[in-house]
């Protein structure tokens, strides 16, 4: 009877065992497919564009926005019965939302929109957004605490870690040096991680040349 019980124990702790690591895998196969998939559509996810979207309309699409904010809080009655709306420009700010600007060898130009900044080459419009770069937290990753360590474990893949160059810095928004970034590709399309003292700052989606 002993003997019995302890082949039965036996049996239930590698059920456990046997449980725990699938739920293990399924949890990391989900975080690689969540980023695959998102370089692989070109966009992350709560863009309203991706790679390869026309400039054009990226640009009409957010002056549209500015256009009907400006309209609704600013002027007579501005603001009554929009209280809670997100705003995305300040009136009393000169600096608009888009903003645009070009990098200092005119090789790419910056449609910033806050959350997200698209970047078309500036001798190449129609080829459409060819890289989209973001400051806010993708993929379950916290800016400034996720480390280098975690997102290489989260994306599961075998990338490439390099020293940022000045053309890398192009997609920040503001220039820093000692950064380190963590480049993962997916056919046509890669993913780069940048990190300031080991920790996460920006994360970048472009096509691959």
Do not use: W
């Not at 309209?71 to 007579?76: L, V």
């Not at 957004?129 to 993708?138: E, K, L």
């Not at 997102?151 to 820093?176: C, H, P, R, S, Y």
């Not at 040096?177 to 991680?193: G, M, Q």
């Amino acid at each position: 009877m002993k003997k019995l019980l302890c082949i039965i124990l036996a049996l239930f702790v590698l059920c456990l065992a046997g449980c725990k690591s699938d739920k293990d895998v399924t949890s990391s196969l989900s975080g690689n497919t969540e980023i695959e998939t998102a370089v692989q559509n070109g966009k992350f996810v709560g863009a309203d564009y991706g790679i390869g979207a026309d400039v054009k309309e990226v640009k009409d699409h957010y002056k549209k926005i500015v256009e009907d904010y400006e309209a609704i809080h600013m002027g007579e009655g501005a603001g009554e019965g929009h209280e809670h709306e997100h705003h995305i420009h300040d009136a009393n700010n000169e600096d608009k939302i888009p903003y645009y600007d070009a990098d200092p060898e005119g090789n790419y130009v910056e449609i910033d929109v806050a959350d997200f900044r698209f970047y078309y080459e500036s001798k190449n419009a129609e080829k459409g957004i060819v890289a989209i770069a973001t400051d806010a937290d993708v993929f379950g990753f916290v800016m400034g605490s996720t480390s280098k360590q975690e997102v290489e474990e989260a994306v599961g893949k075998e990338g490439v870690t390099t020293n940022a160059t000045e053309e890398d810095k192009i997609f920040l928004a503001f220039n820093q040096d000692n950064l380190i970034i963590f480049t993962c590709t997916y056919e046509e399309r890669a993913v780069s991680f940048y990190f300031y003292e080991n920790l996460l700052v920006t994360a970048v989606i472009k096509t691959v040349k």
